[in-house]
């Protein structure tokens, strides 16, 4: 009987064993863990998130006219290379960057600052954007030939406005036009090389310049692809031309910040 009750306790003590050294073995794992072996998934969904408020001028194009949906920008809906681009830098960054659409279909910066004026200082002073994005598409300027001086100027205030109340500001030129690269083959280059060179005179480190346009023909002529797949219509981009604009303009500006948050420099 001795030997008996002698191998029971061998046997209790072992199952013992294995049960209390698990659960401790378990609760060292989860305090190694917990000092920094690796983050665990409650602490990737509690990550620090850092909102920025990103408002939008420009004409259709930059609004995101025949994107897919865009009959549905009166409802709220942003589309376009824009949004394509922010939304893919809210997707890998911690940072989220929400988008205020502030574009007007058919203007230019000219009428912005005639037939619209105020909204622009107004529009600042609500949304009190982190970065403002200019982007006017050079076709409506092309079309009733603004004087090239006036032009500068209207894009020199934009911007001058922007930095007044510390925003960072993006100069985006859009995505390749059928006309942009037809008709207004001269004009609408030379349009948007003054938007950006009013720019890049300033020398403001608050002050970033994005060349979508040149890009995206660079883009289609070293892949020897033709234009008009990428067209909805002689003025606008289609869903395939928005998304490699955009795609175009997140790698661009992933380039210059990384995965850092963009921030007005004092």
Request: net charge positive; proline share 5%.
């Amino acid at each position: 009987m001795s030997a008996i009750r002698k191998r029971t306790s061998l046997i209790t003590l072992f199952i013992a064993v294995v049960i209390f050294g698990g659960i401790y073995g378990v609760r060292d794992a989860m305090v190694h863990q917990a000092q920094g072996a690796g983050p665990t998934a409650a602490s990737k969904l509690s990550a620090p998130v850092n909102p920025e408020r990103v408002m939008t001028i420009g004409g259709s194009i930059a609004k995101g006219w025949m994107d897919t949906g865009w009959q549905n920008w009166r409802k709220g809906w942003h589309g376009g290379y824009l949004s394509i681009a922010f939304a893919s830098l809210s997707q890998n960054t911690k940072t989220r960057y929400t988008i205020y659409d502030r574009t007007i279909v058919g203007a230019n910066a000219r009428q912005l600052a005639t037939m619209y004026a105020g909204r622009y200082p107004h529009w600042l002073k609500t949304v009190r954007p982190q970065i403002v994005v200019i982007s006017w598409g050079g076709l409506n300027d092309a079309l009733p030939k603004t004087p090239i001086g006036i032009y500068r100027k209207d894009i020199l205030s934009e911007i001058r406005q922007a930095l007044a109340v510390h925003a960072v500001v993006f100069i985006v030129t859009p995505p390749v036009t059928e006309d942009a690269l037809t008709v207004y083959r001269v004009a609408v280059p030379y349009y948007l090389n003054n938007e950006l060179n009013v720019a890049r005179s300033l020398h403001n480190p608050n002050v970033y310049t994005f060349d979508v346009f040149n890009q995206m023909k660079a883009y289609l002529a070293a892949h020897h692809l033709s234009y008009r797949p990428f067209m909805a219509n002689s003025w606008h981009p289609n869903a395939r031309g928005h998304q490699l604009a955009g795609k175009l303009l997140f790698q661009d500006i992933s380039r210059r910040f990384g995965s850092q948050p963009v921030r007005f420099v004092q």
